[in-house]
């Protein structure tokens, strides 16, 4: 349990039940009058005016108001027992001669103004499933509703490995040397898909130096970049080897972002020996191994070559293997490829252990043809468009120039796809829609075919419609 105080940017580990009805009570929505049955009304003596407040928000059960009278009332005050509508202060006139006449342009109907006991949720009323992402709004939401603290999965703790001789921190480009654009990228967008990220560290090519870096790290998951291919410094393979790791992806049938790579590292490496705590502590951690089940289009490609698949033999204690695993995910070093690998390596993996619910964000039919690879399915940055969305240029493997202005990545299925074609689209971890939950995108659907008469409309123009004010 966390005070609602730490709990912004945790996961729910439990459904979010109404410990109240809202409105605990009948309440006045509005500055006026309660009133009982039909005017004029009597006003208690001494309420004449704006000289006597009434009933104030704040303050317990009042006297029953009779048929016929009126009292003076605030917004959020306890409406009284026996009162039948709320007269807005603009709408009524009170002479001063101890009645209250409604406004003939204002006839008053029965309830009117009057937020009524139960109105949002009653008492033990489903508010939010286990999984939800706390936002401001979810921590408004719960203080409502009554919590004090909230149940909540604990973010998986996640180090960044940037390996690469020819990065460079800081200044323009040199001598064959380049800047680092993953080491400023990779971090934030991990903390945007949930992770606690503990550190980024940069290391030289050297063999000894991943190895010993993957070995002590404590973390529950560690992203390297670069180095997941088969060149002269290319490390990841080989350290994952020396740490008799289990490689449960080794390479993707999708461009850019081929060689990424997930591993599940031996529960006990040098480092973290005892290391306390798991993402699964208090909630309830999901398996990663099911990752290949999850409903996601966020797994497009399908495992390749398997290189090393043979799990290693075990021989560890009950206790010992009642521990979490911990996993490493290798980034390809192209930094468009790295992104591929955030949005469909990484990303179910923390949604996977943070036991968030898969995103379902519908297909959306593409403004242009989009070439396709011949075996493999391309991820091509993409921005909407109206219903559309429109491919974007600068998608080479190396580039960030389209990507920075995407809405998410279309997925184009091997020999391309067609103007029109429906397609998936993986959305940013920032993009409107990917914040959304499922059963609040089928409310979106609900209201909007409501709001257009049942049109069949597509998901994404659903979402937007239902956004708008
Ligand atoms: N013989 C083959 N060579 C390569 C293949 C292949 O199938 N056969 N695949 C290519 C593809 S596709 C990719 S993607 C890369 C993956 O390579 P690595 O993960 O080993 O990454 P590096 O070799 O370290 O770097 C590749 C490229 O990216 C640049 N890079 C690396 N890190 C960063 C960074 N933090 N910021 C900016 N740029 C970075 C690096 O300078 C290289 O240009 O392998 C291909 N090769
Ligand atoms: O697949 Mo590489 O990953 O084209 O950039």
């Known amino acids: 349990m966390r005070p609602l105080s730490e ?19 009948d309440t006045s929505a509005m500055d006026g009058w309660a009133l009982s049955g039909p005017g004029p009304w009597r006003l208690p003596t001494g309420t004449k005016g704006q000289d006597h407040p009434g009933i104030l928000a704040g303050h317990g059960e009042t006297a029953p108001l009779p048929d016929g009278h009126a009292v003076r009332i605030a917004t959020g005050a306890r409406v009284p027992p026996g009162a039948t509508a709320v007269l807005r202060s603009e709408y009524g006139t009170d002479a001063g001669d101890g009645w209250l006449h409604a ?18 949720c009653r008492s033990g009323d489903q508010l939010l499933p286990a999984g939800t992402l706390v936002t401001p709004a979810v921590l408004g939401l719960a203080a409502a509703a009554g919590y004090d603290e909230l149940p909540t999965v604990r973010r998986p703790r996640v180090e960044v490995l940037v390996l ?23 971090g934030p967008w991990l903390r945007a898909l ?9 290391l030289a090519d050297e063999a000894d130096a991943v190895y010993a870096a993957v070995a002590e790290s404590s973390a529950d998951v560690v992203v390297t970049t670069g180095g997941t291919a088969a060149g002269p410094v290319d490390h990841v393979h080989p350290t994952l080897r020396r740490l008799g790791a289990e490689l449960l992806v080794d390479g993707v049938a999708v461009r850019p972002g081929h060689p990424m790579l997930l591993a599940r590292l031996a529960r006990e490496s040098a480092g973290s020996a005892g290391d306390p705590g798991s993402p699964g502590d208090p909630g309830s951690p999901g398996d990663p191994e099911s990752l290949g089940n999850t409903k996601s289009p966020g797994n497009p490609g399908s495992p390749g070559n398997s290189e090393g698949a043979e799990p290693p033999k075990t021989t560890e204690s009950p206790e010992r293997r009642s521990r979490p695993a911990r996993h490493l995910v290798g980034l390809p070093g192209n930094p468009l490829a790295a992104v591929s690998g955030l949005l469909t390596l990484a990303e179910p993996l923390l949604r996977t252990l943070t036991g968030r619910p898969a995103p379902d964000p519908g297909p ?3 403004a242009e043809a989009v070439q396709g690879h011949p075996r493999d399915t391309r991820l091509v940055p993409v921005t909407f468009r109206q219903d559309t969305a429109v491919p974007l240029r600068f998608s080479g493997p190396a580039m960030l120039r389209g990507i920075a202005v995407a809405d998410g990545l279309a997925v184009i299925p091997p020999g391309g796809a067609k103007r029109g074609a429906e397609v998936d689209v993986l959305d940013l971890p920032w993009s409107a829609s ?3 939950q499922p059963s609040h995108r089928d ?4 209201r909007t075919a409501q709001a257009t008469d049942g049109e069949d409309i597509s998901p994404r123009r659903a979402r937007r419609e239902a956004a708008q004010p």
């Open 7 to 25: 709990a912004l940017g945790q996961v729910l580990a439990a459904p979010l039940a109404a410990l109240t009805d809202l409105p605990p009570f």
């Open 103 to 120: 406004s003939a342009a204002h006839p008053v109907v029965l309830g009117q103004d009057i937020r009524t006991r139960g109105q949002e």
């Open 164 to 186: 690469g001789d020819e990065l460079l921190t800081e200044g323009l480009p040199h001598d064959g040397r380049i800047r680092d654009a993953l080491g400023p990228m990779v």
């Open 194 to 202: 949930g992770a606690e990220v503990v550190s980024t560290r940069r």
């Open 364 to 366: 959306a039919p593409l």
């Open 434 to 436: 990917a914040t959304e």
């Open 443 to 446: 409310q979106a659907r609900q």
